[in-house]
């Protein structure tokens, strides 16, 4: 597989003009001058700079909006994006991310990257026209960030690599594995989005797609317009599009954007509060390692295990440029010729938060998931494994709308009746990629206006147990 993206977080140093802590209101920033492009330096966090909250401010400007954001997977960087487009134009902002693995590094940056709106019998998923509308926007916008990074060398970045492919439309088709399996697919398939069409094929139409393809029951439902993204690619172009979008508004007229990574981890909720306006947590399954939250959220953890296949190049039978990725009992996201991924196991209550995989873990995933691929797929079993990767997800309850993300306020859950307010975005699963665009936006909304009752009450009904 080529290689990822790496950009160096775009940091800038911290002011150290806050106001006195016995005043009352935001802590007030001198402004700065807005540079043409963004710098790489070094910085320190105010959670290693505590004592800069103390210095009383000789020059005040606006008071601006403080927000942290743990967190820099789809949530996150979701998060980083709407607080940019949506925040008050006339107040200064600065949005301080943090990831001790950076952007990416944890369960996000493994996904399988197949995205499309429909859960595994080809049902839409509550409110899917909305996440799926949502989703293509902030794709859109990072491919073309990606693109205006290739073509005309707008980032100085010698460990940027923007030549590389971060979406394949090329679409998803699922075969039918039994034949009640077959029904359902064929009965949901009559309902299904414009923007994402499902298409009922026979065998022989599969097989036109992908000649290999095993159609047992003649029956596949295909989605022409689903697509396959690079999940690593992807989030580092967003969060390339999120420094182009504060320098657009900073230059344009509105107050000053900023924003800052640090690679730390965040131990406690509570040295946050003297800082921010509002913390957003989206720490995935990481946010139950808060002491503030540990055991408090209705989250189950599942670690999957994903497998990096490629076909030897003095082997015939590349996969088609155009043939779609594959759904089944597991799934096949083909990103070249002779490269895909495989996925995915699901080892539930695992506490294990490392991406690295042992030969061990890896030859289980390889014993569990080949079968069921080649089931589809038989050609699969010429490929060969050069590599695997894994990630801790955080499994939402069920409810009547199915597997909702857990979405609002938790002041109550940690115990604050401070001005700073502290928000969490969690459990979007194994669906992260397709839910953060819409629940960024509505916890940006949220954490601007300070008010959860814009929150649909569906994302927020989990607080009953709290």
Not at 34 to 47: E, G, H, I
Not at 59 to 86: D, E, I, N, Q, T
């Amino acid at each position: 597989m080529p290689p990822a993206l790496h950009l160096r977080p775009c940091l800038h140093r911290l002011p150290t003009d806050f106001p006195d802590p016995n005043s009352n209101g935001r802590r007030c920033l001198q402004r700065a001058r807005v540079p043409q492009r963004r710098s790489y330096a070094n910085a320190s966090s105010p959670l290693l700079s505590s004592s800069s909250l103390l210095q009383p401010s000789s020059l005040r400007s606006k008071c601006p909006f403080m927000y942290a954001v743990l967190g820099a997977g789809f949530a996150g960087l979701s998060v980083v994006w709407h607080l940019l487009k949506h925040g008050p134009k006339e107040s200064p902002m600065r949005i301080d991310i943090y990831d001790e693995v950076g952007i990416g590094g944890g369960a996000s940056g493994v996904s399988g990257g197949l995205l499309h709106p429909y859960s595994p019998k080809a049902k839409l998923l509550w409110r899917g026209s909305e996440c799926w509308k949502e989703c293509l926007e902030l794709s859109t916008i990072a491919e073309r960030t990606m693109d205006a990074g290739a073509s005309n060398g707008m980032i100085q970045d010698p460990s940027c690599v923007f030549d590389e492919t971060m979406i394949w439309r090329r679409g998803i088709l699922r075969p039918a594995t039994s034949e009640k399996n077959m029904e359902i697919l064929k009965e949901n398939a009559q309902n299904c989005l414009k923007s994402c069409n499902l298409e009922v094929l026979d065998r022989n139409a599969a097989q036109c797609l992908i000649p290999d393809l095993c159609v047992p029951f003649n029956f596949a439902v295909y989605m022409p317009l689903a697509m396959n993204i690079h999940p690593k690619r992807y989030l580092e172009a967003l969060f390339l599009a999120c420094h182009h979008l504060a320098d657009e508004e900073s230059i344009s007229g509105s107050e000053e954007r900023e924003i800052n990574l640090f690679k730390e981890p965040v131990s406690s909720l509570r040295g946050l509060s003297e800082a921010y306006d509002a913390v957003i947590i989206c720490l995935g399954a990481k946010a139950d390692l808060l002491p503030e939250l540990s055991g408090k959220l209705p989250l189950r953890t599942c670690r999957g295990v994903v497998a990096e296949l490629q076909l030897p190049t003095d082997m015939g039978g590349v996969y088609g440029d155009q043939s779609p990725s594959i759904l089944s009992d597991s799934w096949l996201a083909f990103q070249g010729p002779r490269s895909v991924f495989m996925g995915s196991t699901w080892e539930w209550r695992s506490k294990n938060y490392a991406s690295n995989v042992s030969e061990e873990e890896a030859s289980r995933a390889m014993e569990e998931l080949l079968p069921k691929a080649s089931a589809v797929y038989p050609a699969i079993k010429k490929w060969t494994f050069v590599g695997a990767r894994a990630g801790l997800r955080a499994m939402p309850p069920l409810t009547p709308q199915g597997s909702l993300p857990l979405l609002g306020c938790v002041n109550d859950a940690i115990g604050t009746r401070g001005r700073c307010m502290y928000w969490l975005v969690g459990g979007l699963g194994s669906r992260g990629l397709l839910y953060h665009g819409l629940v960024g936006k509505l916890i940006a909304q949220a954490a601007i206006s300070s008010d959860e009752k814009v929150l649909p009450l569906e994302f927020t009904s989990w607080k009953k147990t709290l």
